[in-house]
């Protein structure tokens, strides 16, 4: 069905009853990946059945998971946060994208820039596209990309700790280096498992007051570097 395989790659912190869910459901997906990484940020130490779990002594926040990708050799990874239960289409959805846009990031939801405001505090989110649609950022929660154009991260110096917000260094780098938009694909979606009785208030957005400001701080870095924002009207 498809040219090319995918790794899974799922990221998770203190939530192992989430990550083993969120395995189940990829491995069930309609095309399955050739195997699903759990990256377990410290101070994680339980095991998830059915993947491969990568623990660390040290939070490397979400930045590790495209590290992860880039040491596995499937053709393309499918990024996952361990509190998304992928729906069983999501993941053909996802290649069948990286078919039609290869140099590109491609995800489910997104954000467009709006002229005269702070450059992420200010946007507009972009989902349920009925074809699809180019944005500036591909937010993380669940997004793909071929392997091969993993390392550009590398290739910047990034402001102080705006390199934690991976999603947008993965976006602002591969556009850069490859002249194409990041995509929200037609019919993509996923659920979110907030009702779930394991969530934890303490590790969300929410909980860290910097982190719209570090955003801000990662897209004007990109800016500097002469990154291409759509800059939608307001």
Known sequence: MFEFTYDAIVLSYERPGFAARCVEKIRAALFPPRRVIVFHNAPSTKRV??????????????????????????????????????????????????????????????????VGKRPYSGSVDVRNVKEDTPVDIVKGRVHAVRRNLLGYAALYDLPGETWREDDIVLNCTIQLAEEEPSYILAGARASMANDDEEARTDVGCSARPDHMERRDAACRAFMAYGWPIRKEPE
Do not use: W
């Open 49 to 114: 059945q059915h993947a491969v779990n990568v623990f660390s002594d040290v939070n490397f926040s979400p930045t590790a998971r495209h590290a992860i990708g880039q040491l596995c050799r499937a053709e393309a990874c499918l990024f996952v946060d361990e509190d998304v239960r992928v729906h069983p289409e999501l993941p053909a959805l996802m290649m069948d994208g990286l078919k039609r846009h290869p140099n590109s990031v491609v995800g489910y939801t997104g954000r467009n820039m709006v």
